[in-house]
C-alpha cells in the first residue's frame, strides 16, 4: 500500500512540475536578467543610463514576480526527488535486543566503525 501512495504522490507531483515548467523557465531567465542590469548599472556612470537601468529592472522585476508559480514547480520536483529517495530506500533489518550487554556493545561498536 506504501508504494502504491508513493506512486500516486509520485504522479501529482510530476503533473505539477510539468505544469509550472513554463513559469519556472521564464523564472530563471528573469533573475538571470535583473543579475545582468544590476551589473550595468553599477558600470554605468551617468545618471540618464542609471535610470534607465532601473526602469528596465523593474520590469524585468515584474516578470519575475509574475511567475512566482514557479516555486511550487520547484516544491514538487523536490517532492519527487524525496519519494525516489523513499522509494529506492533499501529496507532496515530489525535487531533483537537482548539482555547479554556484550552483544549490544558488539553491536554499537559495529555501528561507529561503518
Partial sequence: MKKFLL???GLVALTVLLANLGPMILLGVSV???????KQFMKTDSTAGKIGWVVLGLIILSVAVSN???VLGLAAAYGLYLIYKSWTSKKESVVVESDDPFTNF???WADLHK
Avoid at 32 to 38: D, E, G, N, S
Fill in 68 to 70: 512566482i508559480y514557479a
Fill in 106 to 108: 558488539e553491536r554499537q
Fill in 32 to 38: 538571470w536578467l535583473l543579475y545582468v542590469v544590476f
Fill in 7 to 9: 506512486f500516486i504522490a
